[in-house]
Every structure is written in C-alpha cells, then in structure tokens.
C-alpha cells in the first residue's frame, strides 16, 4: 500500500565488499572506512578508456543556455582573474590560454554524464550533488581553492596538473581580496601529480587544491556532494514543519492562535511578553513532535528539484512496460516514506518493497510494475505523465 503523505532492498550490482579498480583495487567499504572525509587517494587509470560524457562544441551550446549553470574564469598577464557568470553566449578562441569554462549538474543534461555520475552511488543519495565538467585551454585553472565538500576529480581528457595541501582543513585560510574568486592568497602544496585521461583524484572536505591545464582541450569531471549547513538545514525543515496549511487554503484543526485574555497594562510596551515567547517555543516544539514529521520534511527537503531543473509532460505507462526514474528526478526513502521530488508518500508491504528497490536501482522491470497494487500502479502512471519517470 502506498499513500500521499500530508505535506531496504540492495540495490542491484556489485557488492560494496567487491574490490573496483574505480576506487584503485579497494572495495566501496574499505573506501569510505579509510579515506571518505578522512584523506586523499590518487588512483592511476580508475576508468581506463574514459571518453569525455560531451565535446567542447556541445558544452560551449549548453554554456549559452540560460537553463544551464556555468561560469568563465580567465586570467591574464599580471595575475589578474576575472568571473563572468552564465549563461556565455561567446568563448575565448579555443587557442587561447588561460581560461575554463565550468558547467554545473551536466548529470541533468547529458545521459553519459548522468551515468559518470551514477558510479558513485556507493554514497547515499542524500548526499550526492551533481556532476559539474571543466573545460581549460592551455593553462586554466581557477585558482588555489578548497571545497566545504567531498569531491572527485575525474580526468576525462587532456591533462591537468594538480598541487594539493592540507591548509584549508581547519581554517579558511586567507583569501584574496583582489580578485572575484575564492582564492587561496598563501596555498603552501604538500603533493603534485598530472592527471591524465582515466585518473582519478579524491579529496575530503577542506584540503587546499589548484588544478592548471596542460597542453590545452583539457576537461575534468568533478563529483561534488551535498553538505548542508545545520542552520540552514534547520531553517528549511522548519519551514515545512510549520505549514500547516492545507492545499485548500483551511487551517489544520490542530492550529490555534495566540490568546492573552489575562494580560495586563503596561508601561514597557516594547517587552516581549513572556507567555508569546512559551507559546512560540511550544509551536516549535509541537510541530516537531509530530509523528514522522521530521521524517516526512527531511525526506521532501533532500528530494526537492533544485530551481533550474524541470520535467516535461509524459503519458502514463503502457501495459507491460518497464519504467526508470528520469535523469532529473531525485527519489529516497525512510522506514515508512517513499520520497520524490519534493513530494512524499506513506508506503508499507510489498509497494514499498518495490518503490525502495525504484530508488535503489533507478528502475523497475515489467514483472516489478506488474506486482504493485492498483493504487501504486495509478501513482506510477501519475509520475509518468508528470515527466518523473519513463517507459525503459
């Protein structure tokens, strides 16, 4: 049975225990007990073979759509950086040194980039991001930086010489005040290496890193990952926690508003009276204590579509037809929610059985689909003709 909701089967494939030469001959277990948030591993050749998920013509198109995230850095002589924000009707001339383009969540737009993407998911949903490619001419790079993520660093083509360190890990470190970007003004490198085609880069939140093209047509495909901020976090699911409110404007019957039949006349009329500041503290606290709400706005929050991403209108699924989740669709699940973009559902037997294994696998097969109940097959067909999921 599956419901709307008022606001784990594995998935198939190898085993986190099976040794991949993506993760240079460690198993997805033994990475994330050993480096994950913890140190750097280089890995020569983990995708031997790799072809870049675009070419530069079709990246530079994607650059110029406003549909689309993406940013050109260049510098010149001097030292001097520059940032222009998309979308980037023109380009420097490809023999031009010293510049990159970034274009943010590829994953979304390009399917080999959506399946570069998917290698990762040894990691939960929940905390991975997208799939952002860097393009650089003959010395490109933007700068000494570090991130406040996880990320990795995948050589798609060309080469790009890398200097990494440890400076950013307990401090922000001092930023340049001169130029646009966040640049390190006294990176102090530890480790050198060039990564060719094939080569692989992890590094954990913080640690200090400056990537420079070599011999220009250099692209690399960066994994980076979700890390909110507990304040921002908290704001969001307070958010949700509060809105009471239903889809036809009436408020909840558990609602109530703010009553002070025994206050008193004042002469300091500027003091918060102490009885609205217990009932707000108990607004809070009742919306929490809900049952599953925390649950229910956490799961809506995490799946919620980021503001450029939208789905085109489909039909609902033909009889026998296998289905996957569309590339741009973000769906969990908890113990007794199914989660996708942004919405949530109550879920229980064997449709939640089939809808985690959705999320895990990213597909169902015909014999799946043929095994959910009515009301799961009619929620299935809704998502179809929302554009959330496709015939496979």
Request: glycine content about 8%; proline content about 7%.
């Amino acid at each position: 049975m599956i419901s709307k909701t008022h606001a784990r089967t594995p998935a198939d494939g190898p085993s986190i225990d099976h040794p991949t030469p993506l993760l240079g001959g460690l198993s997805p277990a033994q990475f994330m007990r050993r480096h994950w948030q913890k140190q750097p591993l280089l890995v020569r050749q983990a995708l031997p073979g790799v072809q870049a998920p675009i070419d530069r013509l079709a990246l530079a198109q994607l650059a110029a759509s406003e549909d689309v995230e993406s940013r050109l850095v260049s510098q010149s002589p001097g030292d001097r950086w520059s940032l222009r924000q998309g979308p980037i009707a023109k380009l420097p001339a490809w023999s031009k040194p010293q510049w990159t383009l970034l274009v943010q969540g590829l994953d979304l737009h390009v399917p080999a980039a959506h399946e570069l993407l998917s290698r990762f998911r040894f990691v939960p949903e929940a905390r991975l991001d997208d799939l952002m490619l860097s393009y650089a001419s003959d010395g490109g790079g933007v700068g000494p930086h570090f991130d406040s993520y996880d990320v990795f660093l995948i050589q798609v083509s060309g080469k790009r010489h890398w200097r990494i360190g440890r400076q950013g890990v307990a401090t922000t470190g001092t930023l340049r005040d001169d130029v646009p970007l966040k640049v390190l003004a006294d990176f102090e490198p530890e480790q050198d290496f060039v990564l060719e085609a094939g080569d692989m880069l992890y590094l954990p939140p913080g640690w200090a890193h400056d990537g420079v093209a070599v011999g220009g047509d250099c692209m690399t495909a960066s994994v980076g990952f979700r890390s909110p901020w507990r304040g921002e976090l908290a704001n969001e699911l307070l958010v949700r926690l509060t809105d009471e409110d239903s889809e036809d404007g009436q408020r909840s019957p558990r609602d109530r508003m703010y009553a002070d039949p025994k206050q008193l006349a004042t002469e300091a009329p500027g003091r918060i009276p102490d009885e609205l500041v217990a009932f707000a503290r108990e607004a809070v606290l009742k919306a929490v204590a809900q049952p599953l709400a925390l649950e229910r706005a956490l799961g809506e929050a995490l799946t919620e579509p980021k503001p450029r991403v939208f789905f085109d209108a489909g039909e609902a699924l033909p009889e026998g037809a296998a289905v996957q989740l569309h590339a741009r669709s973000r769906m969990m699940y908890d113990a007794a929610h199914v989660f996708i973009n942004g919405a949530s559902f109550r879920a229980g037997g064997r449709d939640a059985t089939l809808m985690r294994r959705l999320a895990d696998r990213h597909a169902l097969t015909s014999a799946e689909v043929a095994r959910l109940s009515e009301g799961a097959r009619d929620l299935l067909d809704q998502w179809a003709e929302d554009g959330w999921v496709v015939p496979a």
